[in-house]
């Protein structure tokens, strides 16, 4: 069994993979032909916003934000230390100082109503992060961004592209939504990839000068920018792979609710986890929540376990890889520990990330394999 199994959605698109890429090596415009600006759009139409800037990865699109937005050193960024390393990278790449607002115990997303607290004169931006594919508390993070003097949030949607919150797009959410096509992302390229998403014009336009080293015109660099193209053969492969996305994302959000569903039904003492569970340890398996107001996609379907290791060794020797997202808080990571602010707590990422496990999971897990897995994490230690 496969962590994420590419190869069968492959399969399933050789003629139109096939045929995106050949026509790409019979026109020759491997730097922005035409695919680029058609994924551009496609992209944009789905999610609802008036523009989409693709990038060559889902942290070149965070970079190319905080830049977009001018954050600079000195800047705050207040963020979740409960991430990818990305999210806080372009933080620090840009000389911001990322600031860690503690998550929520039951969908470990960031907690929104301890973002307050936190804010100073120089927070200058918010980046939520919709973790394992399922949004954070948007609506909530944006009245406290306006009310403290409309501060930009961004949100980090690597995990959860086709994502809903309140019927809204995942990417659609606040000031700019960021996506990455990283291969084993819900919607993945064959490389790196990545995109923006904007309603703002300026924010757009500076965007797309940032992607191509700051420039407006061939040769007029009106700005500090990077190389952040996506190439075309990359658009090309996620254009093949578009038309099945609608039903990959239904397929994601039933193979996660039938997770849950049989977790709770089968495996001894399982139950969802609560604020109450964070006070003491652990000593059955416990699932996250989805609100009712969105969906996840399931970037990762993930539990948490009493005894990691020996539970990851267990479904390893049945043939059952799994994996840690994520075993550290940024916080506590040695490069960042250091560019902390003194009082930075975060006790529930903490015990969350101590206790993290994420399952073979993809739009073409077989309800046979998924039944394997529950077998084995139901049996007695
Ligand atoms: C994957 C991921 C990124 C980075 O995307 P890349 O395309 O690998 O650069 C950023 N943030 C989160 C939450 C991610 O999961």
Redesign the pocket.
Known sequence: MEFIDLKTQQAAIKPQLDKRISDVLAHGRYIMGPEVAELEKTLADYVGTKHCISVS??????LISLMALNIKPGDEVITTPF??V??AEVIALVGATPVFVDIEPDTVNIDSTKIKACITSKTKAIIT?S?YGQPADMDEINKIAREAGNIPVIE?G??SFGATYKGRKSCNLSTIG?N???PS?PLGCYG???ALFTNDDTLAQASREIRVHGQSKRYVHTRIGVGGRMDTLQCAVLLAKWPRFEWEVSQREKIGADYTKMILETVPGARPMSAQDFEGPIDTVRTLSLRDDRTSVY?QYTVLIPHREAMQARLKDAGIPTAVHYPVPLNKQPAYEALCKKDCQTPIAQFISQHVMSLPMGPDLTPEDQKQIIKVLAQKE
């Open positions: 990865s889902g942290t070149e699109a965070l991430t990818f990305a999210t992060v973790l980090d690597a995990q960021c990455s096509f990283f992302k790196d990839g990545g970037a």
